[in-house]
């Protein structure tokens, strides 16, 4: 793989970025359309219920759908334009090949597909079948996922396989499944209302989840307490009772210090501890010395509100704790969602009404993706890959004989490491973008140009795409039919409004192609898409995460069923743990230690200043779609580094004022930002934006050694103000920057 076949500029000018905005009037057809398509939106894990209106196969428009349950007809900015994909005119619409000096030209499907054929093949038998690599997705629905794991495994015969969830919700899976053996939230949101206390950590609700903002003010107008926990005063902190601004990198430091004041003062649920769960003396005596005056030095958080907040908690009758990616990227970002899920085990509130925890999802289906087999280590039915009896199972599911199913792979960021080892020679991708989402970006690109062969199914040409030799057209999520799972584990109905444009191909056509191509037509023989969830079902029975219940039909009359729904007249469960029986070896919920320890990365004299990273409302992940929308790109031109006054002033910094951010893997040069909601030791810089305006070239390639989560929230930067102030945000042209 060489570099660019032609400048960036020049593939920016053929497929963008470019913005797209609707005719001033709306799109002709909008009040008169052919169809009205009850579905949902294709960004975050909310999974929000959305009509989209369609008129001589194009969407031209949207409607609320009022009853869809969980959001009533509410819609963030991104949902009201996400339509606005299906009319731009960077889509894909034909099959695209690398060209030296030219950039990227059209070829035919058949052309394509034997050239990533014959390629697989040739870099296969020289290397070994694992040389051959894959990432997915989680916007893909579970059909497309359950679909991806067994084309990886069965048609290219490749451990090497692994999904972008790796930088969403690992850590909070691996958190769930030691502590109770099931990795889903606990509830669905609707207990938010009458919960008396909650818990937000890591999680900037209102611009990241912003319908589900609804549910907890619906419990603020009932009396309930609120406490915040994360280092900028994020909208959701601004009316909190208490607001802990943790530094970055010590959230399992405040958990462990909660848990003992709790002990100390006798805010326990003793029958709930000594009945249902195990491991409590041992994860007790883990934090016998954290006191709060020690945990005050360690998070710059005042003994007296880490008081309050442990008081607010202990005393509830009813609660609800939930978190996100603020403590979940980081390298012990396991034992940070255990020291969440100890506060909730010790105050034995979990399985009842109004009382929960729940992981808030991330990608739109961060739930369903990582249940049904497209992760390095993990079978459909949330199996383990390395377990006997689950390789077995499917295995006889799928018909192939047990030692040829490949075993455990690399997690995507491995996957970058041993591309540059020369272990990995080829890469096929599927809605992923590494080249932004991935930490130390400049590394990853790197690795791009070493492969021998990269194909990438898109809709889009995105940044990672650029470096491919052949791109292959392929779906939105309207384009075809499936489902998906919210991030309250709600399996829900994703329904073809329109089909793909030009001479572009469903997603599942062209993997099903491929493996017709690769010798196993007969292991992949599906009529649609209800077909291979039918597969997913039977796969999943008896798995932790079991849809075998579960059927079009029973999405559709009820609005999505919750899982795990075993059996046919089983009707989900909404709330799981009523029954007390955890699905742990010994049927209890799991106290685990979550000693504090230091971030992979800390400040010293040459990086004094902490940096963290996080998402704004207007954006979405990499921006591959969110930046080709012109009224979301003019939310948040560009991303702006957030900084307190006091550090501004130490360094003679001006609002708007360029300001060179340095680590040790990379630099950028970003507008100041100066607002008081941020800690007077951290920076703060949004991920959305490629090129020179990526925040991950400053970010580390330190990963969790349970989860492979990379470590995205904590890194040591130093700033140096350049002098000039940036242009308005008005004319910035961040969302195309090379």
């Known amino acids: 793989m060489a570099k660019l076949p032609v400048s960036t500029e020049n593939i920016i000018a053929h497929f963008g970025p470019h913005l797209n905005y609707p005719p001033q009037d709306g799109y002709e057809g909008r009040d008169e359309p052919d169809e009205v398509v009850e579905t949902h939106c294709c960004f975050c ?6 009509k989209l209106l369609v008129k001589e196969n194009k969407v031209v428009g949207f409607d609320p759908w009022m009853e869809f349950p969980f959001n009533e007809g509410r819609l963030c900015p991104k949902g009201v334009q996400r339509y606005l994909q299906n009319n731009h005119p960077d889509r894909l619409l034909s099959p695209l090949k690398r060209v030296e000096g030219q950039g990227f030209v059209p070829m035919s499907w058949d052309d394509a597909m034997d050239k990533t054929v014959s390629e697989i093949q040739r870099i296969q038998k020289t290397y070994g079948n694992d040389a051959f690599s894959m990432l997915s997705g989680v916007s893909l629905t579970n059909e497309k996922s359950y679909l991806v794991g067994k084309f990886a495994r069965v048609a290219l015969k490749t451990k090497n396989l692994d999904y972008n969830g790796r930088l969403c919700m690992v850590s909070a899976g691996a958190g769930n499944k030691k502590a109770f053996g099931l990795d889903r939230g606990s509830n669905n949101y609707s207990d938010l209302e009458y919960a008396e206390v909650i818990i937000v950590a890591g999680a900037n609700i209102s611009e990241t989840f912003p319908t589900l903002t609804y549910w907890i003010w619906k419990a603020r107008d009932r009396g309930a307490k609120l406490i ?20 970055p990198g010590t959230d399992s430091a405040l958990y462990g210090a909660m848990l003992k004041y709790l002990a100390d003062n006798d805010m326990l649920d003793h029958d709930f501890i000594n009945n249902h769960t195990s491991g409590f003396e041992q994860t007790l005596d883990s934090v016998k010395d954290y006191t709060l005056e020690w945990a005050e030095e360690i998070t710059g958080i005042s003994k007296e509100k880490i008081k309050q907040a442990a008081e607010l908690w202990g005393k509830a009758k009813t609660s609800f704790l939930l978190h996100a990616r603020g403590i979940e990227h980081h390298s012990k970002g396991v034992d940070n969602v255990l020291g969440c899920i100890n506060l909730v085990l010790a105050t034995g509130r979990i399985g009842k009404p109004y009382c929960g925890y729940a992981t808030i999802t991330g990608q739109g289906n961060g739930q369903g993706g990582r249940e049904h087999g497209h992760k390095c280590d993990q079978l459909p039915g949330n199996r383990d890959i390395e377990n006997p009896e689950h390789r077995k199972y499917i295995s006889e599911v799928w018909g192939i004989n047990e030692p040829d199913l490949p075993g455990k792979g690399l997690s995507a960021y491995e996957i970058i490491e041993a591309i540059h080892r020369g272990e990995i020679k080829g890469l096929l991708s599927i809605c992923f973008n590494p080249l932004v989402s991935l930490p130390n970006s400049n590394y990853v690109r790197e690795a791009l140009e070493k492969l021998e062969y990269y194909v990438c199914i898109d809709f889009f040409l995105n940044e990672t795409a650029r470096h491919a030799d052949v791109i292959l057209a392929g779906s939105l999520q309207e384009e075809e039919d499936g489902t998906t799972t919210s991030a309250e584990g709600r399996v829900i109905r994703i329904r073809q409004a329109v089909t793909p444009p030009g001479n572009a191909r469903k997603d599942t056509d062209i993997l099903l192609e491929l493996a017709k191509r690769l010798g196993t037509k007969d292991k992949f023989t599906y009529e649609n898409s209800e077909a291979i969830f039918n597969e997913l079902r039977v796969a999943s029975k008896g798995g932790t995460a079991d849809y075998f219940g579960i059927s079009y039909k029973k999405i559709e009359d009820n609005m999505g069923v919750f899982w795990p729904c075993p059996s046919d007249d089983h009707p989900g469960t909404p709330r799981l743990w009523e029954d007390r029986k955890f699905r742990t070896p010994d049927g209890r919920a799991h106290f685990n230690p979550a000693p504090y320890k230091l971030p992979g990365e800390v400040t010293d004299d040459e990086y004094p200043i902490v940096l963290t990273t996080g998402r704004v409302v207007s954006q979405y992940l990499s921006g591959t779609q969110t930046r080709r929308i012109g009224k979301l790109v003019g939310q ?3 991303p702006l580094l957030e900084i307190h006054p006091e550090l501004a002033e130490k360094y003679g910094i001006q609002q708007r004022e360029l300001i060179k951010v340095s680590t040790r893997r990379g630099e950028g040069t970003f507008p100041a930002n100066i607002v008081e909601t941020i800690r007077k030791d951290t920076v703060f810089l949004p991920y959305h934006w490629p090129g020179e305006k990526s925040a991950n070239l400053l970010t580390p390639g330190t990963l969790d050694p349970i989860s492979k989560i990379p470590e995205f929230k904590v890194c040591a930067c130093k700033l140096e103000p350049q002098k000039k102030i940036a ?12």
């Open 45 to 50: 894990g909310m999974q929000c219920g959305i």
């Open 228 to 247: 915040v926990i994360d280092p900028r005063v994020i909208p959701l902190a601004r009316t909190a009772d208490v607001h802990l601004d943790v530094k």
């Open 636 to 638: 948040y031109p560009e």
């Open 727 to 738: 242009p308005p945000s008005s004319e910035s042209k961040a969302y195309a920057s090379v």
